[in-house]
């Protein structure tokens, strides 16, 4: 006997095969990826970020949390975040050009894994013991006490205090300057050891080290790079000698470290009265940015204390209401800070392209 086959009888075919049509839809003719199909061709939209995420980079996420285990005060982590999203800003548009074929060389990658290996030294991040982490504007109140790492610094400092050429308002600023030149000195010497590292897989490689005109010219920049910064900490220990023994004038044309470096840069390029006059009224508003975010700072630091001093000893309701103040000033200082380093970087170029057009 013939085995018995299961299923619908044959007057019927047509009309399953239709429903089956229907149900399924229509197939993308290009679904096989071959290769000049869309998806072969198109860059692979953006990861999405999951709730609770800061980064859309895993990698910068699980630096996010390393760093808020290490018990980072609120303004370097504020800091810190501002630092991984200009990364991440960065990594992906240059995954947009990489798509593009616009990196053949490398050199833009390259000069990715140096930025992120110097946040990691900067930070503390990079698992070496011996890493010096130094804020240039941190805002603590015994921060004097902290040391400046620098015979000479040390030397100049105290002889500023103890000449009476400053008020309070003035040795404030003089210390934030000497505080900036000490992190100027850090980033050196973290950029150095960052290129000394590369350098030297370069030479104990086993493989022949591609050296393609791209990597070479990334190499000499980094060389360049060294040395713009080395003149630039030359130039403000020259100033913080010279301000210590005078004092501050009467009319300084501004205030804050950061704007005075890129005025001074300014003042050495080749520009024209009007463009120079232009550049300071740039400056002006970018000092103005500045100190919103250093007013931000304060408040996040006293509205962290008030929020340490509640869970110990207020009740839920106040803990609530002091949390939620706090996280919201969190939040604005993370953005202020993204708003400053990104600022900061356009103006440096500018002035950077302005002074090698002239060379």
């Not at 089956?20 to 990826?33: Q, T």
């Not at 390259?110 to 991040?125: C, F, I, K, P, T």
């Not at 990597?215 to 130039?235: C, D, F």
């Not at 708003?339 to 060379?359: A, C, F, G, I, T």
């Amino acid at each position: 006997m013939a085995p018995r086959r299961l299923g619908v009888s044959v007057l019927s075919a047509p009309i399953v095969l239709l429903l089956l049509l229907l149900l399924l839809g229509p197939r993308p003719a290009a679904s096989h990826g071959g290769k000049y199909s869309r998806e072969k061709n198109e860059p692979p939209p953006p990861a999405s970020r999951e709730p609770g995420e800061e980064f859309r980079m895993e990698k910068l996420n699980q630096l996010w949390e390393k760093a808020r285990r290490l018990h980072l005060s609120p303004v370097r982590l504020a800091e810190l975040h501002a630092d991984l999203k200009m990364q991440e800003r960065d990594e992906l548009n240059w995954k947009k050009l990489k798509v593009e074929g616009l990196d053949e060389d490398g050199e833009r990658e390259a000069l990715l894994v140096r930025n992120l290996n110097v946040l990691l030294a900067r930070y503390g991040l990079d698992g070496r013991k011996d890493a010096q982490v130094v804020h240039s504007n941190a805002l603590a109140d015994d921060m004097q006490d902290d040391g400046l790492g620098d015979p000479r610094l040390e030397k100049l400092w105290h002889k500023a205090k103890s000449s009476g050429k400053f008020s309070s308002e003035e040795l404030d600023k003089l210390w934030r300057e000497f505080l900036h030149h000490k992190g100027k000195v850090h980033e050196y010497n973290v950029l150095l050891d960052t290129l000394s590292r590369t350098e030297e897989a370069y030479s104990n490689a086993v493989a022949p080290v591609d050296l393609s005109p791209g990597k070479g010219e990334a190499l000499y920049g980094k060389h360049r790079e060294l040395k713009e910064k080395l003149q630039s900490i030359n130039q403000g220990f020259d100033r913080l000698r010279k301000v210590s023994h005078q004092g501050y004038g009467p009319a300084a044309e501004f205030e804050e470290p950061r704007v005075i470096d890129l005025w001074d840069l300014a003042q050495t390029a080749n520009l024209t009265e009007k463009e120079l006059e232009s550049f300071r009224e740039e400056l002006k508003h970018f000092e103005a940015k500045i100190e919103k975010h250093n007013h931000y700072q304060k408040q996040l630091e006293i509205s962290h204390e008030k929020l340490k001093h509640v869970e110990r000893i207020g009740d839920p309701e106040h803990v609530g209401r002091s949390r939620e103040k706090y996280t919201l000033l969190e939040e604005r200082t993370k953005e202020l800070a993204y708003k400053v380093k990104k600022h900061l970087q356009d103006l440096s170029s500018r002035v950077s392209r302005m002074r090698h057009n002239e060379l």
